[in-house]
Every structure is written in structure tokens, then in C-alpha cells.
């Protein structure tokens, strides 16, 4: 079982570069998640999708953008690249049954802005 | 909102030792409240959660929580640290609604001494 799938796993970009980072699960989940990790900061939301057509800002949005390409698929594009994005991104995904439900993440993208 | 805090960033015990994790939640409604554990370079994977069925929630290898609404919290703790527990812990509450935010906190790094 693949579960939640994350590309690529490493990136390296430049100042005002653009890029997209792709997540796909394969669980049949309707709730998928972004978020980004940082030393002493936890992990925290930059968007959510609650169903396939939706999608809601989290904590940090600024700089970033989303597509609910599908049920199975959610994109996170950065179209003008900052040193302050350089982190690590997770996918997550969520059944529909309920706040009680646990969320599954995929490896994670190290994005390195320079 | 909802949110957790997490006491402490890092933790230091010795091999046998109690671990004890600290999480205290914010919400005017009833929580439901998740423990994570992330190894290095992984992404996270479900300890345990709390949906209101018993206040001691028992999780995987030998973890378990639990939920004081007095005291708003829901402490993390496994009786013996094993060398392998070695990792970073979070905290997190999700929205009561169905597919919505999953907040985490700033997370616990555990050290096990040999």
C-alpha cells in the first residue's frame, strides 16, 4: 500500500523561483492537509481541503496556493520562492468518518530556498 | 480556536525511566485530542487519540494518555523508556466538524540515555 505519496522528496530553488509539490493518496480519503515543519515550531497548516472542491486556508497561507485537482491529488505551488519557505512539507490525509479520525502523512518534501 | 501546547521541547530520561510528555489543550467545546510520533527523516505516525470513549487512552508500544478536563490536559506517558522511543512528539487537536483542521503543537524531542 503506497497511502500518501509525496514529490519530490528534495528541492532546491532559487530566489522568485516557482514550483509545485505534489501529493497523492490512494486511500479513498476526502480530507487532505498541507503543512510545513520547522525547528521549535511544530508542524503548521498552510491549507486544507475538507472534500474534493473545497479548500480553506490554515495557519501560515501567505505564499502559498493549493488545487483539489481530484479526490486523490492536492498540489501546493509556491509561485515566487522565499528563503523564509525553506522547510519541510507534509501531505496528510483524513477519512471522511469523523474529527475522530486519524490523519496519514507521507515522507515529506525538504524544500531549501536560496 | 482550538490549539495545543506542548511543555518542554525537549525531554532527557534514562533507559527504564518513566517518560512523561506534557500537552494542554484550548477548547470551548469537547476535544479530540491525538498523539503523534515522528522518527527521524519519517513522517508522523498515530500513538494514540482521544474520542471521549475512556479518559485512559492506551496507544502503541506501551504508550498511553490521559484526558483530565480539569486541568485541560492530556499528558503523554510509558512506564520504562526503551532506547528505540528516541523521537519527537506531537500533540494535536482537530476541529469537531468533519474533515476539518488538524492543529498541532510545537512537538517534544525525547532523548533516551543509555
Known amino acids: 500500500n503506497a497511502g500518501v505519496t509525496q514529490t519530490p522528496k528534495f528541492q532546491v530553488l532559487k530566489t522568485g523561483q516557482s514550483m509545485t509539490l505534489q501529493c497523492a493518496q490512494d486511500m479513498n480519503h476526502n480530507s487532505m492537509y498541507w503543512y510545513r515543519q520547522d525547528p521549535g515550531m511544530g508542524l503548521r497548516l498552510i491549507y486544507y481541503s475538507a472534500s474534493e472542491g473545497t479548500t480553506d486556508k490554515g495557519e501560515v497561507p501567505n505564499g502559498y496556493n493549493v488545487s483539489r485537482l481530484n479526490k486523490r491529488e492536492f498540489s501546493l505551488r509556491l509561485e515566487s520562492a522565499a528563503p523564509s519557505q525553506t522547510s519541510v512539507y507534509f501531505c496528510?490525509?483524513?477519512?471522511?468518518?469523523?474529527?475522530?479520525?486519524?490523519?496519514?502523512f507521507g515522507q515529506g518534501t525538504r524544500l531549501t530556498v536560496v | 480556536a482550538q490549539s495545543v501546547t506542548q511543555l518542554g521541547s525537549h525531554v532527557s530520561v534514562s533507559e527504564g525511566a518513566l517518560v512523561l510528555l506534557r500537552c494542554n489543550y484550548s477548547s470551548s467545546v469537547p476535544p479530540y485530542l491525538f498523539w503523534y510520533v515522528q522518527y527521524p527523516n519519517q513522517g508522523l505516525q498515530l500513538l494514540l487519540k482521544y474520542t471521549s470513549a475512556a479518559t485512559l487512552v492506551k496507544g502503541i508500544n506501551g504508550f498511553e494518555a490521559e484526558f483530565k478536563k480539569s486541568e485541560t490536559s492530556f499528558h503523554l506517558t510509558k512506564p520504562s523508556a526503551h532506547m528505540s522511543d528516541a523521537a519527537e512528539y506531537f500533540c494535536?487537536?482537530?476541529?469537531?466538524?468533519?474533515?476539518?483542521?488538524?492543529?498541532f503543537g510545537q512537538g517534544t524531542e525525547l532523548s533516551v540515555k543509555p
Open positions: 496528510a490525509s483524513r477519512p471522511a468518518a469523523g474529527p475522530f479520525t486519524e490523519a496519514f
Open positions: 494535536a487537536v482537530s476541529e469537531s466538524n468533519q474533515g476539518g483542521k488538524l492543529i
